[in-house]
T-cell receptor, first 114, second 110 residues
Framework: GAGVSQTPSNKVTEKGKYVELRCDPI?????LYWYRQSLGQGPEFLIY????????DSGLPNDRFFAVRPEGSVSTLKIQRTERGDSAVYLC????????????FGEGSRLTVL | KQEVTQIPAALSVPEGENLVLNCSFT??????LQWFRQDPGKGLTSLLL?????REQTSGRLNASLDKSSGRSTLYIAASQPGDSATYLC?????????FGTGTSLTVIP
């Protein structure tokens, strides 16, 4: 596609529920990143994919968070047993060339946990 | 761990003024540095990318410099316009991730 696409743009859920956030990167981009941004803060790293594999998942806050990228394109961030503290904007970005490539972000998915 | 700091946190200038935004980072072992713009409720828009071997990049009224050894970058905006009002974020690629500052919120007053 022309840009990074994220769905849904907004998600409101209740505490304890399961949510999935989807990211469709720019076609041909091998690197994909998930970040989380709270109000007034810079984006915080969650996970980085190189192709289908998670090259670095050190930013995932706990085992309720999981992400997949089964075919090396679309990625899904999965959050189990959501908590109010999970409320944030979840940003996805893709990069054509590792280390040297420009990073392109989607519009984000705003998650609100009631 | 890489830490990125942006100063000032907020800046308000009259239209037409030239301005400089600052970004500093603690670990000089970076692959590149990228400046972004973020409008309220939106994602990040890439402005300029500087590779670690480069000293500066220019795009229109924007000029970004990089001094890797001192851990500093500046974003220069010439002849500011009200449409430049946004939050500006810098990010450095170090290891497997981009590290972000908390941004500078810029308001350009007509």
């Amino acid at each position: 596609g022309a840009g990074v696409s994220q769905t849904p743009s907004n998600k409101v859920t209740e505490k304890g529920k399961y949510v999935e956030l989807r990211c469709d990167p720019i076609s041909g981009h091998t690197a994909l990143y998930w970040y989380r941004q709270s109000l007034g803060q810079g984006p915080e790293f969650l996970i980085y994919f190189q192709g289908t594999g998670a090259a670095d998942d050190s930013g995932l806050p706990n085992d309720r968070f999981f992400a997949v990228r089964p075919e090396g394109s679309v990625s899904t961030l999965k959050i189990q047993r959501t908590e109010r503290g999970d409320s944030a904007v979840y940003l996805c970005a893709s990069q054509a060339l590792v280390d040297t490539g420009e990073l392109f972000f989607g519009e984000g998915s705003r998650l609100t946990v009631l | 761990k890489q830490e990125v700091t942006q100063i000032p946190a907020a800046l308000s200038v009259p239209e037409g003024e030239n301005l400089v935004l600052n970004c500093s980072f603690t670990d000089s072992a970076i692959y590149n540095l990228q400046w972004f713009r973020q409008d309220p409720g939106k994602g990040l828009t890439s402005l300029l990318l500087i590779q670690s071997s480069q000293r500066e990049q220019t795009s229109g009224r924007l000029n970004a410099s990089l001094d890797k050894s001192s851990g500093r970058s500046t974003l220069y905006i010439a002849a500011s316009q009200p449409g430049d009002s946004a939050t500006y974020l810098c990010a450095v690629l170090s290891g497997n991730q981009f590290y972000f500052g908390t941004g500078t919120s810029l308001t350009v007053i007509p």
